[in-house]
């Protein structure tokens, strides 16, 4: 069992940054791969970041990459996600989960409760 619990959103402007957090605990929780998945208002769930569980590869949507960056602390059980330049249609729910490759994309696995990140125009 993996308990996430995320932190940081929030409302900014277009062109501001926030850095989402979150403590992922439970006996296994390093030996994931963690990421982000976002859900705007109604829409699917979005994959948005990973991360392995070594810190030494990274993963990232098209919509995000140059603008976002993951990364975590093992020792601290923490993932992190710095959300740079922030645009209108970033505004989302954002979950941090554990992931799982299925061969063609990430999948979730266990969620936290999510954050909500709105940035206005």
């Known amino acids: 069992q993996v308990e996430l619990v995320e932190s940081g959103g929030g409302l900014v402007q277009a062109g501001d940054s926030l850095k989402l957090s979150c403590v992922a605990s439970?006996?296994?929780?390093?030996?994931?791969?963690l990421g982000w998945f976002r859900q705007a208002t109604g829409q699917e769930y979005d994959f948005v970041a990973g991360?392995?569980?070594?810190?030494?590869?990274?993963y990232y949507a098209d919509s995000v990459k140059g603008r976002f960056t993951i990364s975590r602390d093992n020792a601290k059980s923490m993932v992190y996600l710095q959300l740079n330049n922030l645009k209108p249609e970033d505004t989302a729910v954002y979950y941090c989960?554990?992931?799982?490759?299925?061969?063609?994309?990430?999948?979730?696995?266990?969620w936290g409760q999510g954050t909500q990140v709105t940035v206005s125009s």
């Open positions: 989960t554990t992931l799982a490759w299925d061969g063609s994309n990430w999948r979730p696995g266990y």
């Open positions: 439970g006996r296994t929780a390093s030996n994931y791969p």
């Open positions: 991360i392995d569980y070594s810190a030494s590869t990274t």
